[in-house]
């Protein structure tokens, strides 16, 4: 039996980037060819809007929300991201954290269209030729490997679905072109056992591997396939393990165009929470003492840009530094405690603990009496009551930022905080929590949200073509997002803005990035025609509309 069907109608209809469904108009339909392929009535966007709200709000869990929402992207995508621009604060916990933690989990169970490209092992000597098997012109790359997804350990290939989702808040948050992002998972394997086991797994069935010569060159073959390939594409590194995700950083950040988030976008974002928290708190840099929970990549990476704002206040480097006190699973970070340290912690490493060594976080706190509780453990509940309230005990207003991602990582909830501090925390989280009430008075927790920080700081570096992304444009970033901040929100104690203006302050970022790159002589991008810069940044925004 022959299938009459007009190609390029079939074509039209499948193509999530020019289907427009229902609102084709009569004109459309006849040039198209598609009269008879749709129901008759032709509607606007705002219906077509109403109507997925509708469907969207009729499923009862976060994971079939999440599914909906990824089918409504496979088929028309301008609809799917003005959806979620119009409904940010309803969507962005669904197609991100902390739901994106749980499409991960169940990622293989839930497949169902391909999205995204997968570099394997076995693939080695051949990226560059994978490459053109991508359609279209690529402006940003998100890559994992899959080895440390949010707090849940390693994933492998299921990890896919963090790509994916940050290259939403991309398109969303700043403007990127849908068209123009490119989800990637390099495949070492997995020491998931249960994935291992698992027949549905999609990734290869074997254990990580631990030759690093092999992990080194296929990462080195990737970033020279994509840059090679797309000479102007940004690359974005995400949820790599420790073990890797500092070495691979150091290794590129002077050669390509790229950045981690863990890393830098959470030390921005934080370090933008925390000049606030200092306003609130009516202190000065010299008077912070930080404890930190958790020394991974995310919780140094936090500390790195902390120190550099802290060097801008006239401290010293070993000065900064010494405002920070790191514990990890072994207690304290000390130069002296037995075991080798992992590179990236000596630089934080005590020296003046006089051989004493506290194996808990309980006792550090009594010891150093911090303004700043900062928790990137990947423990839930580590925050406890007695921790907390010791605290506050030598702070008047604590500082108190549970950002362990998805929530049921985070150290301590917002109740917990404000009710165990009598209402005197100031706290931050990594992912959302909804507003308490206290005595009266209802309290907004912040979220150190990194869409805050990496739409902007990628859309700026792309525009201006930086040779790379440096630390100043970094920081750039965090200091006009602390300033977005206005002198009566801070008096309400609101240490970040609405996610709901991501758009403006994306546009902001980018416009200060591109400037601090052409005073580093980084811009490659002439952009001095341009006009008012920011006017033309937002004018490079994809708005998605029909």
């Given amino acids: 039996m022959s299938d009459n069907k007009c190609p390029r109608a079939a074509q039209l209809l499948s193509d999530a980037s020019v289907n427009k469904g229902t609102a084709f108009t009569v004109e459309e339909r006849k040039a198209l060819r598609l009269r008879g392929l749709l129901p008759p009535k032709v509607e606007s966007l705002p219906t077509q809007l109403a109507r997925a709200l509708t469907q969207f709000r009729s499923f009862e869990t976060p994971i079939a929300k999440y599914i909906y929402l990824s089918s409504l992207q496979e088929r028309n995508e301008r609809l799917f991201y003005r959806l979620l621009l119009e409904n940010l604060h309803e969507m962005l916990p669904i197609v991100y954290t902390p739901t994106v933690g749980e499409v991960c989990l169940k990622f293989a169970q839930n497949f169902r269209v391909a999205q995204g490209m997968y570099v394997a092992m076995e693939d080695a000597g051949s990226v560059r030729e994978m490459m053109d098997n991508w359609a279209g012109e690529v402006a940003i790359v998100v890559v994992t490997d899959g080895s440390r997804i949010l707090g849940l350990g390693d994933l492998g290939t299921n990890g896919m679905g963090i790509p994916i989702g940050k290259l939403s808040l991309y398109v969303v948050g700043a403007g990127f072109h849908p068209q123009g992002t490119m989800p990637v998972t390099l495949d070492f394997g997995t020491n998931n056992a249960e994935y291992l086991a698992d027949p549905l797994y999609l990734g290869q069935a074997h254990p990580r591997t631990t030759d690093e010569a092999a992990y080194t060159a296929l990462t080195d073959e990737f970033m020279a396939a994509v840059t090679t390939k797309w000479p102007r594409a940004l690359v974005q590194f995400e949820d790599f393990s420790n073990d890797h995700a500092f070495s691979l950083l150091d290794r590129y950040r002077l050669s390509y165009r790229c950045f981690n988030d863990d890393i830098q976008g959470t030390g921005a974002v934080i370090l933008s929470g925390f000049i606030n928290c200092l306003k609130v708190q009516r202190l000065s840099p010299l008077s912070s003492r930080l404890v930190f929970y958790g020394a991974g990549s995310a919780g140094v990476g936090v500390a790195d840009m902390i120190v550099s704002w802290f060097l801008e206040h006239g401290l010293s480097l070993d000065e900064a530094r010494a405002r920070f ?222």
């Fill in 325 to 546: 006190w790191f514990v990890d699973s072994r207690g304290l970070v000390t130069k002296d405690r037995e075991g080798q340290l992992e590179e990236h912690k000596v630089r934080f490493a005590r020296g003046d603990n006089e051989g004493r060594q506290w194996r808990d976080l309980l006792s550090v706190v009594k010891e150093v009496k911090p303004t700043a509780l900062i928790g990137l453990s990947g423990q839930g509940q580590a925050f406890t009551e007695e921790i907390v309230k010791e605290v506050h005990r030598h702070c008047p207003r604590p500082v108190v930022m549970a950002l362990s991602n998805p929530t049921s990582k985070a150290e301590c909830s917002a109740q917990q905080a404000i009710e165990w501090t009598e209402g005197a925390a100031i706290f931050a989280s990594g992912s959302p929590f909804g507003p308490v009430e206290y005595k009266g008075k209802t309290f907004i927790p912040g979220q150190g949200n990194n869409m805050f920080i990496f739409p902007g700081l990628g859309f700026g570096s792309y525009l201006s073509q930086s040779s790379i992304v440096s630390d100043q444009m970094i920081i750039t970033a965090a200091k006009t997002l602390a300033d977005f901040v206005s002198d009566e929100e801070i008096a309400q104690e609101n240490i970040y803005p609405s996610l709901s203006s991501i758009r403006d302050i994306s546009a902001l970022i980018a416009t200060n990035v591109i400037l601090q790159a052409q005073r580093e002589g980084l811009a490659k991008e002439n952009l001095e025609d341009k006009g008012d810069l920011l006017t033309w940044v937002k004018s490079q925004m994809f708005f998605p509309d029909y």
